[in-house]
């Protein structure tokens, strides 16, 4: 059996939450639309076992399948702010520390050299 990485074996708090709230959310949206895990794993292209571990917001399944099950769900629009650059708040504060350039001052050779 292949090695598991930490993030699999034991996410952090705040990962563990979001992945179980994002699960419940898409369990939610495919039995508003009255559908059965077959169903939608056969819009997914999936087995129903991977319905499962996405709606049990299992660690080890792929962001793949999520944005699979997503997409099935007419609910795809609504990734598209996730991790969003305009909304990314410290890393441009990171990048504007970096790239502030110091003031020159610019000499210009007279006449005297």
Partial sequence: ????????????????????????NIRLARLRR????????????VSRFTVAAVERGRPGVSV??????????????????LASPDR????KALEQARTRRRARVRTTLGDDF
């Fill in 88 to 91: 990314d708040e410290e890393g």
């Fill in 34 to 45: 009255n559908l059965r895990m077959q169903d939608l794993a056969e819009r997914m292209g």
């Fill in 1 to 24: 059996m292949p090695n598991r990485s930490a993030a699999v074996e034991s996410p952090p708090a705040a990962v563990e939450t979001a992945l179980l709230r994002l699960g419940r």
């Fill in 64 to 81: 793949g399948a999520v944005f699979g099950a997503l997409w099935a769900l007419g609910l795809i629009e609504d990734a598209r702010e």
